[in-house]
């Protein structure tokens, strides 16, 4: 005897989807652990843990440079807010009605400012210190997925209507 589950349910609990918002927060967190703990070693004016036996990486050389400072603030600071902001963007952007409306945009404007200034920064760590840090390029290729992921969500909600009519 079969007992017949009436069309479109499902005797299993609903599948989840992991979707780019999702993404965006993970990356998010991802980011503040760099940049929080970049941040409380400089605070702490402790040695930054970078890569051993490696010419290439001296994350203590990086940040103390006079470039690790932006208009008198630690640019790890600057990291930390930035990604702070933008996690506090995604979380409220379904309750607030302006960050529903504008969200996506606030946290692509800032993911497009970091990635920016994460390429100078790297530009400069190259060129000019002629070292590098691996928590630096970390938090850049963190930025940029970011930035990536950001773009995507901007193009749905920009074209979502337009795509919703061609389907």
Not at 20 to 49: D, K, R
Not at 53 to 71: K, L, Q, T
Not at 99 to 126: E, R
Request: glycine share 8%; proline share 1%.
């Amino acid at each position: 005897m079969s007992t017949a589950m009436p069309q479109g349910t499902s005797a299993l609990a609903p599948k989840r989807r992991i979707t780019l918002w999702h993404f965006s927060v993970v990356l998010l967190v991802i980011g503040l652990l760099i940049t929080g703990y970049l941040s409380y070693e400089h605070y702490a004016e402790n040695s930054v843990v970078c890569v051993g036996g490696s010419s290439a990486f001296d994350c203590d050389a990086v940040n103390s440079s006079i470039y690790s400072n932006f208009m008198g603030i630690y640019v790890g600071y600057l990291g930390l807010f930035a990604d702070l902001v933008m996690l506090a963007v995604l979380l409220l952007e379904r309750q607030i009605g302006i960050l529903q409306s504008y969200g996506v945009i606030i946290v692509f404007a800032i993911a497009l400012l970091g990635f920016l200034y994460h390429d100078y920064l790297t530009y400069v760590a190259i060129t000019r210190i002629g070292k590098l840090c691996i928590w630096c390029l970390t938090e850049h290729a963190v930025m940029t997925l970011l930035l990536i992921v950001t773009s995507i969500r901007l193009y749905r909600s920009l074209f979502a209507t337009e795509l919703d009519v061609e389907a």
